[in-house]
């Protein structure tokens, strides 16, 4: 199938176009909603300004195409290669992107809010003040990917990879990162408090001047993180490891914090902290 041959078809009131192979293909500004482009090949096509709404586009190939201000509301991405994709500014509230490959796509400034990403890919994507709560990444690669200012509140990251990933500034109130693996990553300024991090690995992160008040940080692995001046008020760290830890001019007022894993020698005038360790 050549463009011509798929307007033709498309005016004629067809709307599946499963199978079908546009390499290069321009769709710039149309109406796409509701179309079942199911396993087709469509990479380096242009989708800026387009609304897919509602379309099946499970298994897609849509690789290096351009979708800047897509319109992409409960589209189905499962499988979907969308690798390198230019997705920046795009509305895709409620998507599946379930087991999706999104690795090296661009997503700055995007709305995922209340996505299915479960097992999906983005290792080294953009996803620089992406708009993401209730957004759910569980089991999700987000290896080396850009966070910083994004908002995360209430999402789920559970078993989630973000190693080596940057996250200033990122809000993550509330998320849920059960055994989520950050190790490396930079999230200074971030605010992920009342956020559940149990058994997560926050080894070598930079939490400098981040908020985690009333976090559940219990079993986590923190080796050699970097907390100075962060807002550790209320948290619970009970069997948290914090062996190497910089905790100067933290706030630990009511923390829950054993001494078993702790490096006292990193921490500067404990007593004024307020510790609540247990006996």
Known sequence: MDIQQFWEQYHSSQRRFSHIRLPHAAFCGANLSGLDFSYSHLPCADLIWVDISGANLTGINLQESVAIWLQGLWTDFHWADLRGMDLSCANLQM??????????????????????????????????????????????????????????????????????????????????????????????????????????????????????????????????????????????????DVTGADLRGANLQGTVLFEDHCDIDRMTQPNSWGLGIPG
Request: glycine fraction near 10%; proline fraction near 1%.
């Open 95 to 240: 998507a599946d992107f379930t087991s999706a490959n999104l690795s090296r796509a661009k997503l700055a400034g995007a709305d995922i809010s209340d996505i299915s990403a479960q097992d999906a890919c983005f290792k080294e994507a953009n996803l620089w003040g992406v708009w993401a709560p209730q957004a759910d990444f569980g089991g999700a690669c987000l290896q080396n990917v850009n966070l910083s200012g994004g908002n995360l509140s209430g999402a789920c990251l559970v078993e989630a990879e973000l190693g080596w990933s940057q996250l200033l500034k990122t809000v993550g109130a509330r998320s849920n990162l059960t055994s989520v693996c950050l190790e490396g990553s930079d999230l200074s300024g971030a605010d992920f408090s009342f956020a559940c991090l149990q058994r997560a690995n926050l080894s070598a992160t930079n939490w400098q001047n981040a908020c985690l008040q009333s976090a559940d940080v219990r079993g986590a692995d923190l080796r050699g993180a970097d907390l100075q001046g962060a807002n550790l008020g209320n948290a619970d760290l009970t069997d948290a």
